[in-house]
């Protein structure tokens, strides 16, 4: 059974801190890697994908991954009260040509005023 | 900006019942799928769809399901005899090409609740 592992938190960071997330997983194929943004009974909503080593850039929001270690983070700059949600880490597994997302648990994230 | 539209947004229904839950996807995507999400768990994968047939479907999409692009435009997951079990928040996604550089684009869901 692949997994995706966060850590459910709820983690509490300050407005206008930093907030950092991580995920790892047990797939060591697996290539490609999103993060999804989930409000209180709502949908998942995409903030980025990554599947190249390093970091990826956009906006206030930057992913890492680093796939010798089959870990890979968002961080979360000048958080806004906005951004508390819960953050999904999801990855792309392959399996004789067909896609499919595995979830993890996702950690939810409160930005205190 | 095109997007997944789910219908209807809540279902309830009586334990046993048949249910049809219906997506429309962005309209030049090829690949579809279903996930649900059980109150307070993860999102769980339940079955992929491409070029008329299913690609690949989880333990928990059992005979009790069915999917069906009917009409080229909806997308159906239909659960044949419901069970209490069965409620959750069901929510259709559609990418459109192969690869992990096309990202699933989710619809708003739907909430099925088990009488």
């Known amino acids: 059974q692949k997994e995706v592992e966060q850590n459910s938190g709820p983690l509490s960071v300050p407005e206008g801190a930093i907030a950092s997330l991580n995920c790892t997983y047990s797939?060591?194929?697996?290539?490609?890697f999103f993060w999804y943004r989930q409000y209180s009974g709502k949908s998942p909503e995409l903030i980025m994908f990554i599947y190249s080593n390093g970091d990826k850039e956009d906006g206030r929001f930057t992913a890492q991954l680093n796939k010798a270690s089959q870990y890979v983070s968002l961080l979360i700059r000048d958080s806004q009260p906005s951004d508390s949600a819960t953050y999904l880490c999801?990855?792309?597994?392959?399996?004789?040509?067909?896609?499919?997302?595995?979830f993890g648990t996702g950690t939810r994230l409160t930005i205190i005023p | 900006e095109p997007e997944v539209t789910q219908t209807p947004s809540h279902q309830v229904t009586q334990m046993g019942q048949e249910v049809i839950l219906r997506c429309v996807p962005i309209?030049?995507?090829?690949?579809f799928y279903w996930y649900r999400q059980i109150l307070g768990q993860k999102v769980e994968f339940l079955v992929s769809f491409y070029n008329n047939e299913i690609s690949e479907k989880s333990e928990i999409f059992d005979d009790q399901f069915s999917v069906e692009r009917p009409d080229g435009s909806n997308f159906t997951l239909k659960i044949r005899s419901t069970k209490l079990e069965d409620s959750a928040m069901y929510f259709c996604a559609s990418k459109p090409n192969w690869g992990g550089g096309q990202p699933q684009h989710f619809g708003d869901g739907t909430r099925l609740s088990i009488l």
């Open positions: 797939d060591r194929g697996s290539q490609s």
């Open positions: 999801a990855v792309n597994e392959v399996n004789f040509g067909n896609e499919k997302l595995t």
């Open positions: 309209s030049n995507h090829l690949y």
